[in-house]
């Protein structure tokens, strides 16, 4: 139970030495009222340093409820388990599962080192101080050399960092006086002022216009480059993952049902389900008249899941049988890239 974690965390957990965050076997369960929802099952995904990591999906897959429990933000009727194995600044290897999300550990990771900003900047800050205060506030909070003037000092840098224009005026704004673009680069600005190792960004761009997005999305990249931090880039829209990711892990029904490179998903995808979600991008040269491919139905509600494919239900290639009766195993295709679909068993014996 998280109340029962405790403020410090076990040291001596091992990962690679190129990775600095490995996820294993993780499970949320949430409580609502009388039933259980299993939002995460059995999640596997590790990053390395400086890698972008997409996480796709439709919605209510369990993209944001994974990378909350990365920051330890679900609410307290959320319950994880399994490890979520993290490299911190100072070399230690923790399993973030066992820390108290309210204690002071958890609370100098989160932003400092595990920094988050979501779809709705405007929900990230106060309407009563100014953008200068908020940012100059966070750091001081984590940097205890920092004044007033040079935390004052830093921010007019990533204001600037991040091309918010007059930023000398800026500073002294309120929130309602940014645009919805401008927040955005500013909410970015926040999370550059602690400099994290791992950036998760939940739809950072969906509430903005496409000019935005791609300049959004541009500047992301640009600063990854000059800091060197790791991304975990949740997003409905395989188009932007294309642009950002080098790795992709398809989730489905809190299931991580397809991961490969960029290439090997968009070029070689095998799960139904991944095929269908690139069907549905629209494309260049198109007639107007095509209409855009539809994957049938609605992610179902994750309560008294069976054994079972969760897609199984719209998968126009369902074996009878087979694919509703069992645990789906996990195939290899190449290496780098998996799948979780009985088609691939098929494929094998055809093959073999
Ligand atoms: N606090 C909560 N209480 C109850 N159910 C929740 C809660 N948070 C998430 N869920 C449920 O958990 C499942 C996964 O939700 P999650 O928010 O992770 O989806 P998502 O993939 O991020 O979707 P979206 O693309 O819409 O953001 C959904 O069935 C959702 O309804
Ligand atoms: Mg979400």
Redesign the pocket.
Known sequence: MKHNRKDHAQDGYQIAPEHILEVKDLNVH?N?DDYD?H??RGVNFSLKNGETLGLV????????????EVLGI??S??KGSGQILYRTKSGKVLNLLELNQDGAVYRAIRGSEISMIF?EPMTAFSPLYTIGNQLAEIILLHDPKATKASARERVLEMLKKVGIANPEKRIDQYPHEFSGGMLQRALIAMMLCCNPDILIA??PTTALDVTIQAQILELMRSLQKEFGMSILF?T?DLGTVANMCDNVAV?YL?EIVEYGTVHQIFHNPQHPYTKGLLRSLPKMNESREEKLYIINGI?P??VDLPPCCGFYDRCEYCIEGVCPNRTIPEFTVEPGHMVRCMLMEQGEKQHG
């Open positions: 949430i609502v929802l939002a995460v999906g439709e919605s209510g897959c369990g993209k944001s409820v994974t990378s909350k679900n609410p009727n959320c779809q939940d739809e949740i409905h989730m809190g992610v509600l994750p």
